[in-house]
């Protein structure tokens, strides 16, 4: 059902059903609620909740804008209480507001039914909220589906992680998932060896609550993770798993750029074709400063054309470090001829398009693996964090399945 989308038109009659899209936090979770509300915009009533205030300035400049370019994507602005977070000193923020918004989820699903424009007749919400969600739609009687963000190799293990972890006692091994692959130990998502953390028992509570959904859309295709997709309908990974969809890649919405990096698209405008290699590690991966250095290093060492950007803090507001001091002394004067270095939004989306983009050093967020897929981008994985690993390991199928099946030519 999924088709390439225009840009809205607004006065569009309501009719259809009524879908409600409940994203999370951070631009990962972000990006592809906006791209699947804005292609159901087409073919029935959509609504999308923002939950404000948001973690970071790029969520709240991508859901302005969205609203605007996008019309007939109703906007529901749900202002979340605050949440006391004395009890996890030096949590991720996102990992705090995905506790938060699970806390608050009575009062959302309450205003949801009772102050929207029409009656909702189906929730799609994101995998951190199901802990709280799932339960609660089904109370009501409310059909939920569950969009999944990541790969479905990722899918596989949360579906299976909780049946690991209920009959193993011991630290956390590498990871037989039942008809499927063996996640070795160092894959596994880092926050998952310290039950303490914020994030482990809701990952664990979602998911348990995988099966109880109605479905489950996931942001990838049949020649991407044809096998997990199998395994995971056949019911092999966890018992009575509903149907899952596979639905991406997801499109890019159409809307005009956030204020970012405006020296980028002038600078590539000038660079060979398939010369420049962009290096960036997503929305919220910052990296250590000597890390950073040592890559700049690198980078210089190749000989490459290259387009870098540097993140050091999680939270895009917080960081205020200048480049130069960061990078060292010399270091753009050096590389000024060939590489060039920016803090901040950039589009990528666009940059991926660009013809003078050859390849694409990634941290393997998997919106950024399915964007190099859509635009034929070789990729390098640089998997750092979280489920960027377990994705990694499916990167390499977009050489060799999915551009064959899609014609790319990378
Ligand atoms: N993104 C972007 N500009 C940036 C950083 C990220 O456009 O400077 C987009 C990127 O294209 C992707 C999303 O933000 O759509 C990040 O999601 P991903 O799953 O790749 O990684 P995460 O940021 O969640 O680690
Ligand atoms: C960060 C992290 C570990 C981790 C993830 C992180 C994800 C994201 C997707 O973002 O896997 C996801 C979130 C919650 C969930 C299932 C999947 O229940 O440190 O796994």
New binding site residues.
Partial sequence: ILKPHKMAVSGKPLTGPHLVLIPSAGMGHLTPFSRLAASLSDLCHVTMVSILPTVSSAESSHLSDFFSSYPDVHSFKFELPPFDSSAYPNADPFFLR?EGINQSAPDLMTRLLTKSSKPVSALIID??LSTSMVPLAKSFGIPCYILF??SAA?LSF?AYFPTYYDSNSGPIGDIQINGLRMVPVATI????HNPKLI?TP??IQ??KNLSKADGILVNTCESLEKDTLVALRDAHVQPGFPPVVAVGPLLPVNIPAISGASEVSPWLDMQPEKSVVYVSFGSRAAMPKEQIRELGLGLEASGCQFLWVVKTTVVDSHDNTELEELLGEGFLERVKDRGLVVKGWVEQEELLQHKAVGSFVSHCGWNSVTEAALHGVRMLAWPR???QRINAGISSNIYTNYTLVNNKNC
């Fill in positions: 995905f995998i951190t963000t990541a990722m949360c998502p880092q926050a998952l994030f809701l990952f979602n998911g964090l979280g489920d």
